[in-house]
């Protein structure tokens, strides 16, 4: 297999896991407006609910919370990977042509949290 035949097939994955991403983060901001919605209307919604449905609600909101989170998490994982990526793809290639994500992880509070 020649380098530039490992570098498509490299740079595939790359963009399948950059599509993941941007898909995770819409969904992400899905999960907090949901979670948002919920816990407001258990919060301030109407008065004749009972105890137990407001007990509910807050669960539900609790939970679109840790789903928000666990995207959070997953998101990191795709990042990470595309950082080494990056990585394999400049040391076949023999120049530094992609950089962001390792740029990112070196500076980002985010990645130093989650890994």
Do not use: P
């Amino acid at each position: 297999m020649t380098d530039r035949e490992k570098i498509e097939i490299l740079f595939k994955e790359y963009e399948i896991l950059r599509d993941e991403i941007v898909q995770r983060i819409s969904n992400r901001f899905s999960f907090l407006t949901y979670a948002g919605a919920v816990a407001t209307y258990a919060i301030f919604g109407v008065q004749t609910r009972t105890t137990l449905q407001t007990v509910v609600l807050i669960v539900a909101a609790v939970a679109l919370l840790i789903i928000w989170y666990r995207f959070g998490l997953l998101i990191a994982r795709c990042s990470h990977r595309i950082a080494e990526l990056e990585t394999e793809i400049n040391g076949i290639a023999g120049a530094e042509l992609l950089k962001w994500e390792n740029q990112q992880h070196k500076r980002g509070l985010f990645h130093r949290f989650h890994w």
